[in-house]
């Protein structure tokens, strides 16, 4: 056997040898398998378990309960005496979307306002920055979920539910669109006069998209009437009127919510409040109908004429009166800066009478069932993403600290964002400086 030959056979063997190791290495990634055991678990989705067990394989919860075998090699995360949940989902954000306020190179969660204040083809998550310094701070705090939202005129576009991991947009994706943003207690930014001529826009809108898609190939031939909106924006309208996609109207007074009724009830639309400051008093009406709102409970000061029945036990009210609340991290509208809030919000909803467990439900299962991803997310469930997330005790409570938080399975390294270096860079006093 020649020289050459004997070193092509041993170039062979070498190249077998490493990518067996390569397979090897990927099946063994691929097959992670993580325990987190002993704590007090709340799938949301059934009771709580004492001293249980969520097993996850390959990013995925594969188990869930009181009794579950543990694999050899599993790593194991010691839970004993702690809660266990969902990662929590914040329904209402612009995370990603704002980096600083009063930068407007910073902010991408509007389209331009047209002279119709119409933006239905507006995809607000194309401007999402995946890098946003944002975004670590939300996962310490035990948020694994956002919806982002846009905001501005009368209809400001389309929303998506994402995931807080790193990588590209489309590695956090997790839907989209998941509802239609529209307003109708703002004339101003609407570019209107009143209330009235809110309610009078948006049934325009809706009708003229029924009538385009009726006469879609008259439209294009240019033998069809001026619209009051683009071809984009009617396209995009299309399936809310067909039903398919959620019509999120911001509304807080009373009088506005009931509007949202009767046009939901007139064009057959799969309808959401949000704010809803005032929703408490047509509750009877939102549970007839079977129309979900979204609000918060740190708010008891109105901060309009629209808002004069605000109070803080809305939530508890809404629930009461068997309305599904989703409750909101800022009170009322979206926000980039303090999305881990939403804690307190569920804290105080309680404080003012929500049931703990319908709270929990709140920030967890119910916006995934709302926007069409609860086969993913919101629950401790076999099969669900192994989004969870370890407390040291009640998670509504100030003093509760996350222990864990596990994305798709993969462990969050805590304590390291911008908020936190600003914290550790500051908290050392200057030499000169003394305390008062």
């Not at 059934?46 to 969520?54: D, K």
């Not at 009437?225 to 009373?254: C, H, N, T, Y």
């Not at 119910?366 to 993913?376: H, I, K, T």
Request: glycine share 8%.
């Amino acid at each position: 056997m020649t020289s050459s030959i004997r070193q092509a056979i041993g170039v062979s063997r070498t190249t077998a040898i490493i990518c067996g190791l390569h397979v090897a290495l990927a099946v063994s990634v691929a097959a992670q398998t993580i325990a987190i055991t002993g704590g007090k678990l709340y799938p949301v989705s059934s009771a709580p378990i004492e001293n249980g067990t969520v097993l996850i394989r390959d990013g995925k919860i594969v188990a869930v309960g009181a009794n579950i075998a543990i694999p050899e090699g599993a790593q194991r995360i010691d839970a004993s005496g702690k809660w266990v949940t969902p990662g929590i989902v914040n329904p209402a954000t612009q995370l990603g979307l704002v980096e600083i306020g009063q930068v407007a190179d910073t902010r991408e969660g509007s389209a331009r306002p047209g002279e119709d204040a119409i933006n239905a083809a507006f995809t607000v998550w194309d401007g999402l920055n995946p890098s946003s310094v944002l975004l670590a701070p939300a996962r310490n705090e035990g948020i694994t979920t956002a919806v982002v939202f846009p905001q501005g005129g009368l209809i400001a576009g389309q929303a998506a539910i994402v995931d807080i991991v790193e990588g590209t947009v489309s590695d956090m994706m997790l839907r989209s669109p998941v509802a239609m943003v529209a307003q109708v207690g703002d004339a101003s930014s609407a570019n209107v006069a009143s209330r009235g001529e809110l309610m009078v826009r948006l049934r325009e809108v809706l009708e003229d998209t029924r009538s385009y898609m009726r006469r879609r190939a008259d439209f294009e031939r240019s033998q069809t009437r001026d619209f009051s909106a683009s071809r984009l924006d009617l396209e995009a309208m299309i399936p809310v009127v067909q039903g398919r996609l959620p019509f999120l109207i911001l509304a807080d007074k009373a009088s506005d919510i009931d509007n949202a009724l009767k046009l939901a009830r007139d064009y057959n639309l799969k309808l959401i409040v949000g704010n809803g400051a005032e929703a408490w008093m047509v509750a009877d009406r939102l549970a007839a109908a079977k129309v979900p709102v979204m609000a918060g409970a740190m708010n008891n000061i109105p901060t309009s004429f629209s808002t004069l029945g605000q109070r803080q036990d809305n939530p508890a009210l809404l629930r009461r009166a068997g309305v599904e609340v989703i409750l909101v991290g800022t009170g009322s509208s979206p926000d980039a800066f303090n999305v881990r809030n939403i804690k307190q919000e569920a804290g105080n909803a309680v404080a003012y009478g929500m049931v703990w467990d319908d709270a929990l439900r709140a920030i967890t299962l119910a916006p995934a069932e709302l926007f069409g991803v609860a086969d993913r997310v919101g629950s401790l469930r076999a099969g669900r993403d192994a989004n969870v997330v370890v407390w040291s005790g009640d998670p509504f409570e100030l003093s509760t600290r996350v222990e864990h938080v596990l994305l798709r399975g993969k462990t969050v390294t805590l304590g390291t964002s911008r908020q936190d270096q600003l914290m550790q860079r500051y908290d050392t006093l200057p030499p000169r400086y003394s305390k008062p």
